[in-house]
């Protein structure tokens, strides 16, 4: 293996790393969650709703990872030849949204606790929830992007 | 919405009003204020029937434990949403009959309910009883015998670390004649009895007392622990027998559930129109009320109230004076407002912006999730679920939003070219998102730009509709001319004609002149500056449109974890492993991508129509128009077909 393909390799690993958010934010919104439930059980899909939405990071992380290994070939087939700068290049391209990722997943998985608490008191208000921790979702969006565009226009 | 007021007599009052909860349609103002106006309260009093609301409240609750316990023991599969029974008027008073022998029944299963209740502390007593026995079954003396002529008996428990050996000693140093025995022990404590001379009993006591000893006692019980026992155990079984006879009871026939559901909404019928009367204004022959109807409801409401010779009148509200919302919107149309719903219902005097989004939401939608698959399954369970369960109200409109999301998902599909991602190749009849994602990302943001000046439209239009002209040329149009100058600006000469990034820098200019010009002729004092600052604002623009990039991100993301799925499959190889492997994956991951793109899809196709559609115009906080109608739970009564 090339220094190239080991550095494709690490852009893959960096951007998996935008699941340490989303299991932080799942986690957070799981507990609070819980003591809802334990109040009221009839709450368990709305605020399963909320506790998905901190979720979608990880996914990201883990589509922009798969790109890059199969962009290099890793994933079956013949490992593709990777120049040291393509290399660190896609590296560069898997940072984005392993490192937003991280935050924006935590982050969001508060809000997303504190609107598990909102319809503790106000069940009806779930949409209001969603959107607000939906705001926080966009900087993961953004770099998934930032991401995608930066990959897409690697050459190996 | 018109505003109405209404005098009638007293006597009519009850017909009145029931003809005026079938019709559902007029909504009755609190007349708080005009109970503190003096010219009123010289004249009037705050009628109301607090005893008939509390008889029938006692009465509902009552039902209401009837119908959750019999709802416990019904066999009978209930519905993913609760939906009322549409029930003739002759029907529902069929079932109902007099109400007297449902009345009846609900009294009789009330007194089971209560008698369950019982049987089941009783148990509960027992089944502790039995547990404070069990450690006392080796004590052979019957529990009450406390002492004999000469002996003094006692039982009773020690610290489980207190030292029995070291106790029997200081014991029969205190006497002679001492008999302790230890009849058990767990983590808390010991169980000991201890038998001695009545002469001693103190010392022995005492003696006793110095290691911790607490007397027990069975108030109430005769005989032996084990004696007890074996007569708890019989009572127990017959406790449980007696519950599960009354419990035999609780299962009832389908029209005897039917029957106790019309009470039940009969009951609430009745409760609100009692209630109603809080709002209504009396003297000593006649009663008032205001409130409002909908314009094309009122010549019925006024025909019915001549009908019994009521003064009524119907006005128009006057200006800026907020009314109840009530969104019309036609069939098409009319599921979409439930995404203003969540938001928040249009002032009175506010444009409703559920027409103007609707489509923009739909195409949002499918475009962040194309898939034809995807499309095509959620459509078809969303009307499933609408066809079975024929749901009212939130979740009917909710339903029917995502029939069309998913036709719109299943249109994109076909465009970009998905079936579960890539599981069947299909040749995208547009263009692959994946293979011009620059395209794409422009796209999205021109849809964007389409979506925000079409917001900013509405704006304009309630400024102009409103007189203020001028405000909407500096609010609005000229916006319109320095952002399409922007763009022509930065890309006009690459992408759209040569030349026209010069006509964009004209345009530019003139609106940014404009932008801080303007504040100089409408604004006062340090006002005149706010110009420049409202240049800034070309920032908040920016981010508004770059945040339709999500168009394209969040259709990426649907895309490709479904091919990651559809790879993850491949990778088991062929053969009949491969195929079950790969179906068992398949299953799982596209059920997972579903899910998730789905709500991710649903949200963000909310959040921008809310944040970046809404802030250019919306206010929002109009408050629901609420009739007085029947407001039932199980039952609604339809016309009768012809």
């Known amino acids: 293996m090339t220094l190239g393909q080991a550095l494709a390799v690490l852009g893959a690993a960096l951007a998996a790393l935008a699941g340490v958010g989303s299991a932080l934010g799942v986690g957070v919104a799981g507990e609070a969650a819980n003591g809802v439930v334990a109040e009221d059980p009839n709450k368990f899909g709305q605020t399963l709703v909320l506790q998905a939405l901190p979720g979608t990071q990880g996914i990201y992380g883990l589509l922009v990872a798969f790109l890059i290994l199969s962009k290099i070939g890793l994933l079956g087939g013949q490992i593709a030849d990777v120049s040291t700068f393509s290399g660190l290049a896609l590296l560069a391209s898997g940072a984005p949204v392993g490192i937003v990722g991280i935050w924006s997943g935590w982050a969001q998985g508060k809000a997303a606790a504190a609107g598990i608490q909102l319809i503790a008191k106000r069940p009806s208000e779930l949409a209001k929830g969603m959107i607000y921790a939906a705001m926080v979702e966009t900087y993961a969006v953004l770099a998934l992007l930032v991401s995608f565009l930066m990959y897409s226009n690697v050459q190996l | ?642």
């Not at chain 2, 003064?311 to 979409?336: A, D, F, R």
Request: aromatic share 12%.
């Open chain 2, 1 to 642: 919405m018109n505003k109405l007021s209404v005098i009638g007599l007293e006597a009519d009052k009850a017909e009145i009003l029931r003809r005026l909860q079938d019709l559902g349609v007029v909504e009755i103002n609190d007349p708080q204020a005009k109970l503190t106006d003096a010219e009123w309260a010289a004249i009037i009093h705050k009628d109301s029937d607090e005893d008939q609301v509390s008889a029938l409240e006692a009465e509902l609750n009552k039902v209401e434990i009837v119908l959750n316990t019999v709802a416990k023991y019904d066999t009978e599969k209930k519905p993913l949403f609760a939906s009322r029974k549409p029930m003739t008027k002759a029907e529902y008073a069929k079932v109902l009959g007099s109400g007297d022998s449902v009345q009846q029944k609900v009294n009789e299963l009330y007194e089971r309910v209560e008698q369950w209740n019982e049987k089941r502390s009783e148990e509960n007593v027992i089944v502790s009883q039995q547990a404070s026995l069990t450690p006392w079954m080796s004590y052979e003396l019957p529990l009450e015998l406390s002492e004999t002529r000469e002996v003094r008996v006692f039982y009773g428990v020690i610290p489980a670390v207190a030292d029995t050996e070291a106790l029997k000693k200081k014991v029969s140093e205190a006497s002679d004649a001492t008999e302790v025995s230890v009849l058990g022990k767990d983590t808390e404590q010991q169980y000991v009895s201890a038998l001695c001379m009545r002469a001693d009993e103190e010392e022995v006591l005492d003696a006793l007392k110095s290691f911790g000893f607490t007397a027990a006692s069975f108030k109430g019980m005769k005989g032996t622990a084990s004696e007890n026992m074996e007569k708890l155990g019989q009572r127990l079984t017959q406790v449980r027998e007696e519950q599960k006879a009354l419990e035999a009871q609780f299962v009832l026939a389908p029209e005897e559930k039917a029957q106790i559901q019309c009470y039940y909404d009969e009951q609430v019928v009745l409760r609100d129109r009692a209630k109603i009367c809080d709002r209504l204004l009396a003297t000593k022959k006649a009663f008032y009320f205001d409130g409002w109807v909908p314009a094309e409801k009122q010549s019925e409401v006024i025909q019915t109230l001549e009908e019994y010779g009521c003064w009524s009148e119907v006005k128009e509200p006057e200006k800026g004076e907020e009314t109840p919302v009530l969104m019309k919107n036609n069939n098409l149309i009319y599921p979409v407002q439930v995404i203003t719903e969540l938001y928040s219902l249009p002032k009175s005097y506010e444009v409703d912006p559920t027409p103007i989004f609707a489509a923009f939401y739909i195409v949002f939608f499918g475009m962040m999730f194309a898939d034809i698959a995807y499309g095509l399954i959620l459509a078809g369970l969303c009307a499933f679920a609408l066809w079975k369960y024929k749901p009212e109200g939130l979740a009917f409109r909710l339903l029917k939003t995502l029939v069309y999301c998913g036709i719109s998902t299943a249109i994109w599909g076909v465009l970009f070219g998905g079936f579960f991602g890539d599981m069947i190749k299909i040749k995208p009849l547009w263009m692959n998102p994946l293979e011009n994602a620059m395209f794409i990302l422009a796209f999205s943001c021109i849809l964007g730009v389409v979506h925000l000046f079409i917001g900013m439209g509405v704006k304009a239009y309630m400024q102009i509709r409103d007189g203020h002209l001028f405000d909407a040329i500096c609010d609005v149009f000229i916006w319109y001319v320095f952002i399409i100058g922007l763009a022509l600006l930065l890309f006009g000469n690459s992408y759209v004609a040569p030349g026209s990034g010069t006509i964009g820098k004209y345009m530019a200019i003139i609106g940014a002149v404009w932008i801080v010009g303007c504040e100089f002729i409408r604004g006062k004092g340090i006002g005149k500056l706010v110009g420049l600052w409202n240049l800034y604002g070309t920032t908040s623009y920016l981010a508004d449109i770059l945040s339709y990039s999500r168009l394209l991100a969040l259709g990426l993301a649907s895309a490709v974890i479904a091919q990651v799925f559809n790879m993850l499959g491949r990778m088991l190889g062929k053969g009949v492993v491969g195929v079950i492997g790969f179906i068992v994956i398949a299953v799982i991951g596209h059920t997972v991508n579903f899910l998730i793109n789905a709500l991710g899809s649903f949200v963000h196709a909310s959040r921008l129509q809310y944040v970046e559609f809404f802030g250019k115009f919306y206010e929002g906080g109009g408050v629901p128009y609420q009739p007085f109608e029947r407001k039932t739970k199980y039952t609604k009564i339809v016309k009768e077909d012809k």
